[in-house]
């Protein structure tokens, strides 16, 4: 049984390899679209950036957060959307084409679970490293001019929290994209989950009490941007912290029902 | 052709595409939402903690109203269409139009405004029931004459982002990968333009580099002429200063046009 | 048996689409569901290692069944049994032994060169190094496109790409093969080579294979034995020369005039099946072909002229009626 185990992990493991090294290579085919790609990603950046210097030219600290801890938000928010529109969206994205041209039937004929392939082939190195560097800085200069330690303890922190986070994001954002096999028009239901995205562009202190409460425990959009920071800042309560372990296990599971459900229906459903 | 006429039948198909997909109607709609609850948190909780009563001169209310009209505002002057208009360059279906005795960019604007037509009459009613229920803000109630000259802005400021749009999916002729500058130059523009926040909040030293660029006449201009922060002459100077740009841009457009297509027929389409 | 198959049945839904302005407004709150009957209660068998050809024209449900027996649609009634196993619920055991090719999807990934893709299939099906080395040259030697792996698959001919993707379809050495239009799009040099390879490839690995097409010379070159599928329906299982007796080798003539003739003028020639204007169409048996064609162009004012045989569609329709015939 864990010999069976190991060998399934080694395989999957394997196979996503594969598929990262085989996407940088075909991104590095396309220079030009490459660097279009990183410009775009700056751009993002600096609206970003912007935001923070709303906080910043107003001075004001709310509820105690002063502009430096806006920062370090902010900051958190741009690396894990880095990580999703990275490792995720390329995937989610090419749902619908999947379906419409017909290699979600090859797919599925293959021993090897549809789910895995479907969602984890694309990998997108190009956006992913702007991010990663602007928020690292973000948090970095946030944390410094706060006069907060970046020890060990830091670092496994937000390690963890990052791989909690990146695992909120693929369920949440899977969830509604599980509707491809259902509905051809996907693209306003991805704008829409952008646009949920953006509302951890700020802090999420700034929301009523019981949207905050919605945002971490019930869809925990909130939870992907803004537990770390409250943890470093000693701010996060126990309940928190406790959601940032639980509902990853409860999303992926969801999702791994529901995704069994939309693969039925799509087989029933089609010709 | 009927009384429509060529333009107007492409208006209609343009709008009966937006039937067809119905989901994605209701959506678009629905996402103009979340912008607006994130700014409304945002200021309401800025202003809860705030010393002042002002921020970058704007009092509470004046702030909230600024940002719910300018998120609806953002929805009515955008465009979309560069994609199409890129593609067709790229993939030659340019070709077809350039040979039919169709003007293209009326053409393209044709269904591209029928397809917004919903979505912006549902936008300005919006705005009217906003305005309903702040009428104190302004300080005075609206004349049909303080209607009229914020239809005007408003009208300027579509056009303005309208021709900005056009000349950008004009690009296509020279780079290939032109999807990167209307992503990019699409989230830097919405900033600039006062979408999102007004252009208060950028500092001094952006906002004089603002005032030689189009892009705060395209939501901010017209936003504060309906808040009455604009009024008397500036307005009239705001909507000359509009006409000069929508001058400018129609100009660039036409060159950027020919010289675009003298290279595109060159190749061979 | 390789494959059993016994009273398959697929239904599905759709939604009704009208033309006008008004139902396009309706739609918006309310649409219309109909129920397509796809395929109606196919029975058969496959033995191991035969070649059987399922031909029929389009949309009459050699696709969908193809897609049931590969374990991808769920049927609305019926039973089959592929190498034992139940193919919707898609084991693993299942996957591993079977293949499906479908004529204008891809196995391989578009962005990468064949032979990545290859090896991403060799991690999916968990082949060890000896069996894909191995294997691999074989393939790319009897399909002579050895040169071909390390380019992008973009850059390959559609020929050149539809070897490669038998290739990743055979890599596992699968004892059921369904291919689905294999030969579609391609020129003929290209669909002779698949061809060849196929008859090979069955002849060596003992492979069962299933395949549809509405070329005829795809199923005249490989299947023995045919089944024939319309509307949904089997109307025909057997060898394939005895449909070719129901076809009779008709030939279609179709004539391009510059003066008008007149109907019982043509009518002399063959069966007159189209006439309007200058354009007429005539049937002819193909064994009358070279000294009918002779006289019409003697005869008559021809300033165009095609032939062609008559589409599937009419030696099937033919079919129909010949049934009761045949049995």
Redesign the interface.
Known sequence: MVKRVARTVRKYSKLYLLFVKNCILAEMEYRANFWMGIGVECSWLISKLLYALVFFQSGIDIYGFSPDAMLVFIGMHTVMTGILISFFWPNFGRMTEYVRTGTLDVLITKPVSLQFIVTLRHFSFGTLIPNVIGGLVMIATGLIRLRLDIGWREISAFAIFVALSTAISYGLFLLPNLLTFKVVEMGPINMMMSQMQEMNNVPMIVYSKWLQFAGIYLFPLFAISNIFPLFVLQQADPGMLAAAFLSPVVLLLAIRWLWGRAIQSYASASS | MNILGKYGYAF?LGF?RT???????F??I??C???M??QY??W???Y???TDLM??GYSYRQMILYVLLASLLTLVVSAGFEWEIASDIKEGGLNAVLVRPLHYFLYRISSFLGGKLLQVLLSLAVIAALLMVYPSIAGQMWQLRDIAWFAAALLNGVVMNMLIFYCLSMLAFWI??V???F???G??SS?FSGGV?PIE???VVVNRLLDYLPFKYIVYFPVNVLTFRVTGTAVLEGIAIQLGWMALLALLAQVIWRIGTKKYVSIGG | MSILVQHLTKHYEYYEKEVGLRHSLKNLFHRHKLIKEAVKGISFEIAPGEIVGFLGPNGAGKTTALKMLSGILHPTAGDASVLGFRPWERKKAFKRQISIVMGQKNQLWWDLPANESLYLNKCIYELDDRAYADTLDELVTLLDVKEQLKVQLRRLSLGERMKMELVAALIHQPKVILLDEPTIGLDVLSQQSIRHFLKQYNREKQATILLTSHYMQDIQALCDRTLVINHGSLVYDGPLTHIRHADRHIKRITLQLYDAVESHVLEQFGRLTVHKGLQATLEVPGDELKRVSLLLLEQLPVVDFTVEEPPIEDGIAELFKRVAVVR
């Not at chain 2, 039937?19 to 109607?25: A, D, N, Q, T, W």
Request: glycine share 6%; aromatic share 20%; proline share 2%.
């Open positions: 209609l009966k039937m067809e997909y119905r989901l994605s109607f959506l678009s629905l996402s939402l979340f912008p609850v994130i948190y945002l309401t909780s800025m809860a903690h705030s921020i970058f290939s990968e999807w990167g500058v992503a990019g130059f989230v830097v900033l926040f909040v950028f500092g």
